[in-house]
C-alpha cells in the first residue's frame, strides 16, 4: 500500500484497503473556518443532531474575513462562536489564532498518522507531518461533527522522487510550483501526491508545509511526506509527544504507485505562475517585464516565520518601489510575534511595506488588499484564478517570498539576485 | 428520474472562483449566491437561465476552494445537472452531499451550447432531442446511489445515525 493508503486502512479496520474502494474511516479532527463553518453549523442543525461526536476533535478557526470585513462576515463568525460556547468545541479566537493550516499544527492538533478532514481545501497542508489530510465541503464536515467519520473512496498514488541540490532562492514553493507546471491542474486528480527523495529529506518543515499546500492545485486528494527526524524534532517541539509506531509511516514500493516521478531539483530555477492557472509555472527570468502593482507576501502557503525571515533577508536595507504596494501578513499571532522579536517587522516597515493582522484576507479577494481594474500582483499564495484577488479583470502571479520581496523593491517580476550584491549573495 | 433541459457550455478547469467569487461568500443565502454564479465569466447566466437547464463542461470541473456555496449557487440557479469530462474532488463530493446530479461523459464536447437534452439517470442515457444522438453514461457507485437516494448526505447520517 501507498503511505497514504496504510493510514487510510488503519482508521477504518481494515488490514488492507484497495484504490477505487469506498470506505467510512474514522477521523482524528475536523477543520472548518468562518466561510465554511456557519454552512456546516446550519446542515448540523436543520437534522436535529443534538451532541458533536467529540467537541476535542474539532477546531472551527475564523480566518477568511477576520478581523471581520463587514456585518455579514461578523454574523457568520458569530454563528461559530455560539456553537463552540454549546457544544464546547475548540474556536480560535483573533489575537489567538491565525491561518488555520499554519495555526493547527503550530498549537500540536496535528500528528502523524492521523486522518483530517477540512472544510476547506488546503487542508491537505497536513501531509507535510504524515498525516492523511484531506478537504472536504461544509455537508462532509458537519456529517463528520455528528458521526465522527468521513465517506472516501481510496484513492491511487504518484511517487515523486527529487534529488539534487536546490539552488540559491528556490525552496518548497518553486518544487510545488514546477511540479504543478508538468503535471497540470488536474495532473493529480482525485489521487494522493507522495513526496519523497534526498531533497524532500533535506527541506525544512515550513517548505514541506507550502509543498503539501499546494498538492489541491494539481487536483489531488491528499499530498504526504514520510516521517523522520525532521518531522519528529516539529512534533515534539509544539505538542511534546512522541510515538514509536510513527516510524512506521513510510512508502510503499514504487509498484504501488500509478507513477513515480522523478525531478533533478538542481535544475530548478526560482517560478513564477502567470495568471490565470498555478500550472503555469516557468523560470522567472520569462516574466522579468511584467511590472507589477501589488506585492503580497503571506498565507496559508506562504505566510510562515521562515518565508518572513526569506523576505526580510531580500527587502533589509532597500525601499519598496514608490509605485508598489507591498503587504506583508504574518500567518499567526505566534509568527507575528516572532517576526517582530527578530527585527523582521521593523524591515518591513522602514522598506515601506504594510504589515496586516493574521487573515487569508488578500489571497482570495476577501478584504486587506484587494486588486482593482487591470491590476498586477505578484503573490506569495496559492491560487491565480480568473478574479481570485479581487476584480475579473486584475491578474495574479504566484511566487516564493524572496521573488515577492525582489519584485517588490523593482516593481517588476525580479529574480532575487538582481537586487542582492555580491557579497550578499 | 428523468431530467430535461437547455445546455449551458462552459470549458476546462472551471474553477470556483469563476463559480461563485469569494466576495460573496460573506452569506450562506441560496437567492443571493445564484444571483452572483458565474457573474465574473459569464456575468449572463443568472439572468438567462431556467429551472431545469443543464450544464455541460469540459475537464475538471470546480477546481479550487471547497466552498460549498459553489455548488449550491448552481443548484440555486434551477440547474438540474452538471455534466463535465471530470470533476475536482472536493466538488465532486459537495454535489452528491447536496443532492446535485453530476455525470461524467468523455463525449460531452458533441453537445452544443442551447442543444435540448434528456436525461434518463435510471438507464444511464442522454437523448440530444435536437439531433437524436444518444450518450451512455456510468450510473454512480452503488455506496454514492445510497447517499442520493437518501436526498443527500445528511439525510443519510439521520437515517444511520439519529433515529
Same mark, same amino acid.
Given at each position: 500500500?501507498?503511505?497514504?493508503?496504510?493510514?487510510?486502512?488503519? &482508521?477504518?479496520?481494515?488490514?488492507?484497503?484497495?484504490? !477505487? *474502494? +469506498?470506505?467510512?474511516?474514522?477521523?482524528?479532527?475536523?477543520? #472548518?473556518?468562518?466561510?465554511?463553518?456557519?454552512?456546516?453549523?446550519?446542515?448540523?442543525?436543520?437534522?436535529?443532531?443534538?451532541?458533536?461526536?467529540?467537541?476535542?476533535?474539532?477546531?472551527?478557526?475564523?480566518?477568511?474575513?477576520?478581523?471581520?470585513?463587514?456585518?455579514?462576515?461578523?454574523?457568520?463568525?458569530?454563528?461559530? $462562536? *455560539?456553537?463552540?460556547?454549546?457544544?464546547?468545541?475548540?474556536?480560535?479566537?483573533?489575537?489567538?489564532?491565525?491561518?488555520?493550516?499554519?495555526?493547527?499544527?503550530?498549537?500540536?492538533?496535528?500528528?502523524?498518522?492521523?486522518?483530517?478532514?477540512?472544510?476547506?481545501?488546503?487542508?491537505?497542508?497536513?501531509?507535510?507531518?504524515?498525516? +492523511?489530510?484531506?478537504?472536504?465541503?461544509?455537508?462532509?464536515? #458537519?456529517?463528520?461533527?455528528?458521526?465522527?467519520?468521513?465517506?472516501?473512496?481510496?484513492?491511487?498514488?504518484?511517487?515523486?522522487?527529487?534529488?539534487?541540490?536546490?539552488?540559491?532562492?528556490?525552496?518548497?514553493?518553486?518544487?510545488?510550483?514546477?511540479?504543478?507546471?508538468?503535471?497540470?491542474?488536474?495532473?493529480?486528480?482525485?489521487?494522493?501526491?507522495?513526496?519523497?527523495?534526498?531533497?524532500?529529506?533535506?527541506?525544512?518543515?515550513?517548505? $514541506?508545509?507550502?509543498?503539501?499546500?499546494?498538492?489541491?492545485? #494539481?487536483?489531488?486528494?491528499? !499530498?504526504?511526506?514520510?516521517?523522520? !527526524?525532521?518531522?519528529?524534532?516539529?512534533?515534539?517541539?509544539?505538542?511534546?509527544?512522541?510515538?514509536?509506531?510513527?516510524?512506521?509511516?513510510?512508502?510503499?514500493?514504487?509498484?504501488?504507485?500509478?507513477?513515480?516521478?522523478?525531478?533533478?531539483?538542481?535544475?530548478?530555477?526560482?517560478?513564477?505562475?502567470?495568471?490565470?492557472?498555478?500550472?503555469?509555472?516557468?523560470?522567472? $527570468?520569462?516574466?522579468?517585464?511584467?511590472?507589477?502593482?501589488?506585492? +503580497?507576501?503571506?498565507?496559508?502557503?506562504?505566510?510562515?516565520?521562515?518565508?518572513?525571515?526569506?523576505?526580510?533577508?531580500?527587502?533589509?536595507?532597500?525601499?519598496?518601489?514608490?509605485?508598489?504596494?507591498?503587504?506583508?501578513?504574518?500567518?499567526?499571532?505566534?509568527?507575528?510575534?516572532?517576526?517582530?522579536?527578530?527585527?523582521?517587522?521593523?524591515?518591513?516597515?522602514?522598506?515601506?511595506?504594510?504589515?496586516?493582522?493574521?487573515?487569508?484576507?488578500?489571497?482570495?479577494?476577501? &478584504?486587506?488588499?484587494?486588486? !482593482?481594474?487591470?491590476?498586477?500582483?505578484?503573490?506569495?499564495?496559492?491560487?491565480?484564478?480568473?478574479?481570485?484577488?479581487?476584480?475579473?479583470?486584475?491578474?495574479?502571479?504566484?511566487?516564493?517570498?524572496?521573488?515577492?520581496?525582489?519584485?517588490?523593491?523593482?516593481?517588476?517580476?525580479?529574480?532575487?539576485?538582481?537586487?542582492?550584491?555580491?557579497?550578499?549573495? | 428520474?428523468?431530467?430535461?433541459?437547455?445546455?449551458?457550455?462552459?470549458?476546462?478547469?472551471?474553477?470556483?472562483?469563476?463559480?461563485?467569487?469569494?466576495?460573496?461568500?460573506?452569506?450562506?443565502?441560496?437567492?443571493?449566491?445564484?444571483? &452572483?454564479?458565474?457573474?465574473?465569466?459569464?456575468?449572463?447566466?443568472?439572468?438567462?437561465?431556467?429551472?431545469?437547464?443543464?450544464?455541460?463542461?469540459?475537464?475538471?470541473?470546480?477546481?479550487?476552494?471547497?466552498?460549498? &456555496?459553489?455548488?449550491?449557487?448552481?443548484?440555486?440557479?434551477?440547474?438540474?445537472?452538471?455534466?463535465?469530462?471530470?470533476?475536482?474532488?472536493?466538488?465532486?463530493?459537495?454535489?452528491?452531499?447536496?443532492?446535485?446530479?453530476?455525470?461524467?461523459?468523455?463525449?460531452?464536447?458533441?453537445?452544443?451550447?442551447?442543444?435540448?437534452?434528456?436525461?434518463?439517470?435510471?438507464?444511464?442515457?442522454?437523448?440530444?432531442?435536437?439531433?437524436?444522438?444518444?450518450?451512455?453514461?456510468?450510473?454512480?457507485?452503488?455506496?454514492?446511489?445510497?447517499?442520493?437516494?437518501?436526498?443527500?448526505?445528511?439525510?443519510?447520517? $439521520?437515517?444511520?445515525?439519529?433515529?
Amino acid at each position: 500500500m501507498t503511505l497514504s493508503q496504510k493510514i487510510l486502512a488503519l &482508521h477504518c479496520g481494515k488490514e488492507i484497503v484497495y484504490p !477505487g *474502494e +469506498f470506505i467510512e474511516a474514522d477521523v482524528d479532527l475536523i477543520l #472548518a473556518n468562518d466561510i465554511t463553518g456557519p454552512l456546516a453549523i446550519e446542515e448540523f442543525e436543520k437534522i436535529g443532531a443534538k451532541k458533536v461526536f467529540n467537541p476535542e476533535k474539532i477546531v472551527l478557526v475564523p480566518d477568511h474575513f477576520t478581523p471581520c470585513k463587514d456585518i455579514k462576515s461578523a454574523e457568520l463568525v458569530k454563528i461559530m $462562536r *455560539e456553537f463552540s460556547k454549546k457544544y464546547g468545541v475548540k474556536f480560535y479566537e483573533i489575537g489567538k489564532a491565525g491561518i488555520e493550516h499554519a495555526l493547527l499544527p503550530e498549537e500540536g492538533l496535528v500528528l502523524p498518522g492521523q486522518l483530517i478532514i477540512g472544510a476547506d481545501s488546503h487542508t491537505c497542508t497536513y501531509g507535510a507531518l504524515s498525516a +492523511f489530510s484531506t478537504g472536504i465541503g461544509s455537508t462532509d464536515a #458537519a456529517a463528520g461533527m455528528i458521526t465522527g467519520k468521513v465517506w472516501l473512496k481510496v484513492p491511487s498514488a504518484i511517487k515523486f522522487f527529487y534529488y539534487g541540490k536546490l539552488k540559491k532562492y528556490v525552496g518548497g514553493k518553486d518544487l510545488i510550483l514546477y511540479t504543478i507546471g508538468k503535471i497540470g491542474v488536474d495532473g493529480a486528480l482525485y489521487k494522493s501526491m507522495e513526496f519523497t527523495g534526498p531533497a524532500i529529506r533535506s527541506l525544512p518543515m515550513d517548505d $514541506r508545509f507550502t509543498i503539501c499546500n499546494m498538492a489541491i492545485e #494539481a487536483g489531488a486528494k491528499n !499530498g504526504i511526506i514520510e516521517f523522520d !527526524g525532521i518531522t519528529e524534532k516539529y512534533v515534539r517541539e509544539v505538542s511534546g509527544v512522541y510515538h514509536d509506531e510513527w516510524e512506521k509511516l513510510a512508502f510503499g514500493d514504487d509498484s504501488e504507485y500509478e507513477k513515480v516521478i522523478e525531478i533533478d531539483v538542481s535544475k530548478i530555477e526560482p517560478q513564477v505562475a502567470a495568471p490565470h492557472l498555478p500550472s503555469n509555472s516557468k523560470d522567472v $527570468r520569462q516574466y522579468s517585464d511584467v511590472k507589477i502593482d501589488q506585492v +503580497f507576501i503571506g498565507s496559508c502557503t506562504n505566510g510562515r516565520i521562515s518565508d518572513l525571515r526569506k523576505a526580510a533577508f531580500i527587502l533589509k536595507g532597500k525601499k519598496v518601489h514608490p509605485e508598489v504596494r507591498c503587504i506583508v501578513i504574518p500567518a499567526t499571532q505566534k509568527i507575528y510575534y516572532q517576526a517582530l522579536k527578530e527585527g523582521l517587522i521593523d524591515i518591513f516597515i522602514s522598506s515601506g511595506c504594510v504589515v496586516g493582522p493574521p487573515t487569508c484576507g488578500p489571497c482570495l479577494g476577501g &478584504h486587506m488588499g484587494v486588486l !482593482g481594474k487591470g491590476e498586477v500582483a505578484i503573490a506569495t499564495t496559492n491560487r491565480n484564478f480568473v478574479g481570485r484577488m479581487g476584480h475579473p479583470e486584475s491578474y495574479v502571479y504566484l511566487s516564493n517570498p524572496e521573488v515577492a520581496a525582489a519584485s517588490a523593491i523593482k516593481g517588476k517580476i525580479t529574480h532575487p539576485e538582481c537586487v542582492m550584491e555580491r557579497s550578499e549573495g | 428520474m428523468k431530467v430535461k433541459g437547455r445546455v449551458w457550455k462552459f470549458g476546462d478547469n472551471i474553477n470556483t472562483d469563476d463559480i461563485i467569487p469569494a466576495r460573496y461568500l460573506n452569506t450562506t443565502d441560496i437567492k443571493e449566491l445564484s444571483s &452572483h454564479c458565474f457573474e465574473s465569466i459569464r456575468p449572463e447566466f443568472s439572468k438567462n437561465v431556467k429551472e431545469g437547464d443543464i450544464i455541460v463542461a469540459g475537464e475538471n470541473f470546480g477546481c479550487g476552494s471547497s466552498r460549498e &456555496h459553489a455548488p449550491i449557487s448552481i443548484k440555486g440557479c434551477g440547474i438540474k445537472c452538471i455534466i463535465a469530462k471530470s470533476f475536482a474532488r472536493i466538488f465532486l463530493r459537495n454535489c452528491i452531499n447536496i443532492g446535485l446530479s453530476i455525470i461524467e461523459l468523455e463525449n460531452c464536447d458533441e453537445l452544443n451550447e442551447m442543444d435540448i437534452i434528456e436525461i434518463d439517470f435510471e438507464n444511464g442515457k442522454i437523448l440530444n432531442l435536437n439531433n437524436g444522438k444518444i450518450y451512455k453514461f456510468q450510473k454512480y457507485p452503488e455506496f454514492l446511489q445510497e447517499i442520493i437516494k437518501s436526498g443527500g448526505l445528511m439525510e443519510w447520517v $439521520r437515517k444511520k445515525y439519529i433515529k
